[in-house]
C-alpha cells in the first residue's frame, strides 16, 4: 500500500487527468455547510494545474438511486471556482460521461479545469460495471485517485477506470493518509496506544482484532464498553449491548492478557434514565448501573485513567467518540480524550468518521498530526484490509 505511483512520479503537461476527489459534502437547500473535502483536495488540483494538465474531476455525492439536482455537484463547481481562482467548468450531464461532458473536455486547454456531474447518477458506478469505467476511461490519458474516503468501494470511478488507463497514481491527500495511517499501524514509534469508541462493537470486531496484534495499550470507550462489561459480568442495565457479541469481548479480553497488552476499560459511566440532553444523570462505578438506567459517558475516574495511559504514548490511534457527544452534557468523555491527545508529544491520528467531527467542533483539529478524511475507510484500513482504490493504482 506504501509503494503506489503518486503524482510527483507524473508528467502530466497536456494530457487529460481523471481526478476522483471526495466531494461528498453536506448540503443544505443548495448550499455547502462544510467544505473541508474540497479544501482537502486543493493541493493534488493546483499542482495538476501547474503541471500544464487537463483536469477532469469527478466524485460521488450522496446516495441517489437515479439523477437527482438536489445532488448535483454544481453547488462544487462554484466553491472550487471561487478557491482556485479560475472557471471550474460543471459538465451538467445527467449521464456523467455523455454529450456535454464530452465537449466540455474536447475544448480544455492545458491547465483548465472540468468537473464532471455526481457519478451515482449512474447505476453502473456502485456495482463497478466496466462500461461506466470504459467511458471515464476514455475521457482522459491518466487517472489519479484522491478520495481515501471511498477507496474501500470497488466502484467503477475508485478502481474499475484504473485498471482501464495506461498510467495511475495517487494524489497528495491519499497519499498522506496512506502515510500516517500505515505507519502509525505498521511502523509505529512505541508506545504504541490505540482508542476506539462509538456505538458498536459489530463496526470494529476485525479492528479490535488486529490492533491487539500491534498495539501496546488498547482504550475501548463509548456504547461499544458496555458489551465489554457485561462479558466482565456486570449488569449495564438499558446501556448500548450486543448481546450476541459478548463471547467475543470475552476471547478480546483473553487474548490481550495473552499478548501483555494492557486493555483499558471505563471504571466509572455517566447513567441516565433517558436519552437526552437535559434529563437527570448521575456518574456510578462500572460494577453498580441499575437496571433501568443507561450509560452514555465515561466518568471522570476513567477520565483521569485514560488520560495517563495517553500521557506515555509516541504513537495514537483514535477511532470513535466516548460518549452521546452530540449532547453537552454527556460529551465530557470524549472532550477528555481529545484534550489529552492535543497536549501529548506524540504522532496522534483521528481515524475519520465521528472522532474527526468530534476533534474539529472540539476545537482539536489543528492539535493533531493527521485527522483522516475516510471514516469507514481508515476502518478498513485498521483492520489490515486492502483497499481496492488503492490496490487498483499502479505501483512506483
Known sequence: ??????????????????????????LQNGE??????????????????NDGARVILCSHLGKPKEPDKAFSLAPVAKRLSHHLGKEVVFAADDNVTGENAKKAVAAMKDGDVVILE????????????????????????????DAFGSSHRAHCS????AHLVSESAVGYLMEKEIAFLGNAVNNPTRPFAAILGGA??????????????????LIIGGGMAYTFLKAKGYETGKSLLEADKVEYAKEMMKKAEEKGVNLLL??????????????????????????????????????????????????????????VFEFENFAKGTISVAKTLSE???????????SAAAVNQLGFGDKMTHISTGGGAS?????????PGVAAVQDK
Open 118 to 145: 455526481n457519478t451515482r447518477f449512474r447505476k453502473e458506478e456502485t456495482k463497478n460495471i466496466e462500461t461506466f469505467s470504459r467511458e471515464l476511461a476514455e475521457l482522459c490519458d491518466v487517472y489519479v485517485n
Open 266 to 323: 471505563p471504571v466509572d459511566n455517566v447513567i441516565v434514565k433517558e436519552f437526552k440532553n437535559d434529563t437527570e444523570y448521575k456518574t456510578v462505578a462500572s460494577d453498580s448501573i441499575e437496571v433501568d438506567w443507561m450509560g452514555v459517558d465515561i466518568g471522570e475516574k476513567t477520565c483521569q485513567i485514560f488520560s495517563s495511559a495517553l500521557e506515555k504514548a509516541k504513537t495514537v490511534i483514535w477511532n470513535g467518540p466516548m460518549g
Open 1 to 26: 500500500m506504501l509503494n503506489k505511483k503518486t503524482i510527483d512520479d507524473l508528467n502530466v503537461k497536456g494530457k487529460r487527468v481523471l481526478l476522483r476527489c471526495d466531494f461528498n459534502v453536506p
Open 379 to 387: 476502518l478498513e484500513f485498521l483492520e489490515g484490509k486492502e483497499l
Open 200 to 217: 458498536k462493537v459489530s463496526d470494529k470486531i476485525n479492528v479490535i482484532n488486529n490492533l491487539l496484534e500491534k498495539v501496546d495499550t
Open 344 to 354: 501529548i508529544d506524540a504522532i496522534t491520528v483521528i481515524g475519520g468518521g465521528d
Open 32 to 49: 455547502i455547510t462544510d467544505e473541508n473535502r474540497i479544501v482537502a483536495a486543493l493541493p493534488t488540483i493546483r499542482k495538476l494545474i
Open 158 to 161: 475508485t478502481a474499475g477506470v
